[in-house]
């Protein structure tokens, strides 16, 4: 008798928020793939890319140790981060790793394909686009920011609210990340900043057309807290509004939203970053709300919570 077909889930974001929801989906049996922003421009990512020209690391590599079956040393050398030498002081090892492949495979996807094979990682991590590019936003006074960096550390007023957003060059979606859309029976957007991990996906050529035209059960997981810059005084409602207004109405079938509150102590931290927690506030029969904070120090989904709500609808 044949087995239980198994199900095909589609991961769309990058940064923490993605890196938790495949840390706690792998451990179920899914046939899971990210599709990974491919936008970042500072730190060791931003170095690398400016030096090299190849598509910044830093995002791909959080991925693929999230999805690791390693237990032990090699999850650890991923993510070391240098802190002497005048030259690597800041980089990842996963980052020059990751650099080290693209320049010896002569490609960025076969360099991700290759540090898989390294991890033993369970299923598959692409980026959005091969295409060498930038996110840039337009705020509501008209002032154009270029850069993933000057947008999530905000080089403007952080009351301004961003009015539009765009990429630079234009940008066409990897082929294998869109057919991953069209073939799969869950998407999961998010959490993630807005624009910087979330809109900056949608924003490349041909990302929105395939989430349309998916069959796939759509949902969206709200953040825990806002951002400073990019999200200042949103409300769950206010992420939801932002994502359909370039998205699409309905095509989210489902709005994930955590109703655990931080403690005072963790919001007032938080706060001196400019960082409040996002009210669930959606009167929307789409919304599924359940406590999903993790641990003590930071404000974030814990991967086994999020991923018990994600395989039950």
Not at 10 to 28: A, D, E, F, Q, W
Request: positive net charge; contains cysteine.
């Amino acid at each position: 008798m044949a087995g239980k077909k198994r199900e095909k889930i589609v991961v769309i974001g990058g940064g923490t928020g993605s890196y938790n929801v495949l840390r706690g989906l792998k451990n179920y049996p899914v046939d899971l793939t990210a599709v990974v922003t491919t936008m970042d421009s500072g730190g060791s990512t931003g170095r690398l890319r400016d030096e090299f020209g190849f598509l910044p690391p830093g995002d791909l590599r959080r991925c693929l140790v999230a999805l690791s079956s390693d237990t032990g040393m090699l999850r650890s050398l991923f993510e070391y981060r240098f802190h002497k030498g005048s030259g690597l002081s800041g980089h990842s090892f996963g980052n020059l790793f990751l650099t080290v492949l693209r320049d010896l495979t002569g490609s960025d996807a076969a360099a991700i394909r290759e540090a898989a094979k390294i991890l033993s990682v369970q299923g598959r991590v692409l980026p959005v686009t091969l295409n060498n590019c930038h996110l840039g936003i337009v705020l509501e006074n008209g002032q154009t920011i270029v850069g993933e960096t000057n947008i999530s550390i905000p080089k403007y007023d952080p009351r301004l609210r961003i009015k539009s957003f765009f990429i630079v060059p234009k940008a066409r979606v990897f082929k294998d990340a869109e057919t991953a859309i069209l073939g799969a029976d869950k998407i999961i957007i998010g959490p993630g900043d807005l624009y910087t991990s979330i809109l900056a996906n949608i924003a490349v050529g041909g990302v929105k057309s395939a989430l349309r035209r998916s069959k796939a059960h759509i949902i969206y997981v709200c953040n825990i807290m806002t951002k400073a810059g990019e999200t200042l005084g949103y409300t769950a409602a206010d992420f939801v509004r932002e994502l359909e207004r370039y998205l699409g109405r309905k095509i989210i079938r489902t709005i994930v939203c955590n109703d655990n509150k931080p403690s005072a102590r963790m919001l007032k931290r938080y706060a001196a970053e400019g960082s409040e927690f996002v009210e669930p506030d959606l009167d929307d029969e789409r919304v599924y709300k359940a406590a999903l904070l993790g641990g003590l120090d930071l404000a974030r989904h814990d991967p086994d919570k999020i991923a018990r709500v994600l395989m039950s609808l």
